[in-house]
């Protein structure tokens, strides 16, 4: 196992970890409206507001975009950078290894570049800097700068199981004595590429995305940054750790998932087995429950198989939206926070439960004693994986 000993969150929820609970004990959704640029229609999506993203400048304004702002806003809250300081003190930078998830890393940044594009020239201009901004690897590249690592790095790009499988990632990099301790994180932003190719999809929904709901129309966005700091052994007696993890590919449709679930369930299995834990010492499910109707119907008959229909559930999408690449490590964290703040927080803007489901949902926050909670990320491909974060025996 892993201990968590540090974390950090900024997303539609808030700044930060204080921020994040407060949202959540006030069940106040980040979701806002969005009117696409093409006037095309509305949507909702999961935003970061009234966080101060200043311009990067030197010795790293090479980094600089949106996305890489928002990363190093993390890093600075919830004493992050401090508890990396001492883990470098302890074991040495080039024993700390770096692992980010992204889908669009500084995409934006490259969308922007076009709308000024001169198509005589052939020319997006000098600022473009793909190398340190569309390049999925310079989130990573710029996050370890931030936090003065040396050890090994990389980024994982899975589709929306990108964040939750660097956990994976870094479990495997210490078992094998790559590293003493692992930063992972997890960033993605807003962008047009994103939100246009989801409703190409026919999977963006005009209204707050409403999980296991008869009514489900489909995927609210969003954007976040998280980052958790891994380590061998525990700082404190309450830190909540990485018991397991469980990863598939059942590569059974581009954007499709399995209908039967197939994969997830093996996923969940998988992640199990390495806790050693039997389905019911696991307190609560975060559910990927991203809304759209086949999504949420594959990942029911997989959990039902597991868990049967007994199991605490809920997904946080419509308290977020789907923070894409983000995803794994934004659940991941409000898992953390569910067992640290025992409760279960509800399944925003479902009101009638589809019938045809098998399992329920929490539509309120629950207070609830949780030692072992799991929680899935399914990506694009069949890339899946689910995370078991808990207190350890």
């Known amino acids: 196992m892993l201990f968590i000993t540090a974390y950090t969150l900024t997303s539609a929820l808030g700044a930060g970890i204080e921020g994040t609970i407060a949202s959540l004990r006030q069940q106040r959704s980040g979701l806002t409206p969005y009117i696409l640029d093409d006037q095309s229609g509305e949507t909702w999506v999961g935003a970061v507001q009234n966080v101060s993203i200043d311009r990067i400048t030197d010795p790293f304004s090479r980094y600089e975009c949106r996305s890489n702002r928002l990363l190093r806003d993390g890093s600075k809250r919830d004493g992050f950078e401090g508890m990396v300081a001492d883990c470098r003190e302890r074991y040495g930078p080039n024993r700390i290894g770096c692992f980010v998830g992204t889908i669009t890393s500084g995409l934006l940044h490259l969308e922007e570049a076009y709308k000024t594009y001169d198509s005589k020239a052939l020319d997006l201009g000098p600022d473009v ?64 590429t994103i939100l246009y190719g989801f409703r190409s999809l026919g999977l963006l929904s005009p209204s707050p995305c ?12 969003g954007e976040a940054a998280g980052l958790v700091l891994l380590e061998k052994e525990p700082r404190s007696s309450t830190d909540v750790a990485l018991l397991g993890y469980g990863e598939s590919s059942d590569a059974f449709h581009m954007t499709s998932p399995d209908p039967n679930g197939r994969g997830a369930e093996l996923a969940m299995r998988a992640a199990l087995k390495k806790a050693n834990l039997q389905p019911q010492e696991i307190d609560y499910i975060n559910l990927h429950g991203s809304g759209s109707p086949a999504n949420d119907a594959s990942e029911d008959a997989a959990v039902y198989r597991v868990f049967g229909d007994g199991a605490i559930c809920s997904s946080t999408k419509g308290w977020t939206g789907h923070a894409q690449g983000a995803a794994g490590i934004t659940e991941a964290i409000i898992s953390i926070l569910s067992i640290k703040e025992s409760v279960v927080p509800a399944t925003l803007n479902t009101t009638e439960i589809d019938s045809q489901l098998r399992i329920g949902v929490q539509l309120s926050n629950m207070q609830l004693s949780i030692r072992n909670s799991l929680t899935n990320s399914f990506g694009f491909g069949g890339n899946n994986c689910s995370l078991i974060l808990g207190i350890p025996k």
């Not at 495997?172 to 807003?190: H, K, M, P, S, T």
């Not at 409403?210 to 966005?221: E, L, S, V």
């Open 129 to 192: 800097r793909l190398d340190f901004t569309a390049n999925v690897f310079s989130a990573t590249d710029y996050c370890r700068q931030l936090v003065a690592l040396e050890g090994p790095a990389l980024t994982v790009g899975t589709a929306c199981s990108s964040s939750a499988k660097v956990f994976a990632t870094a479990w495997r990099f210490v078992n094998a004595g790559l590293c003493d301790a692992a930063v992972v994180g997890g960033i993605d932003c807003l962008c047009g």
């Open 210 to 221: 409403r999980p296991w709901d008869r009514r489900r129309n489909g995927i609210n966005i």
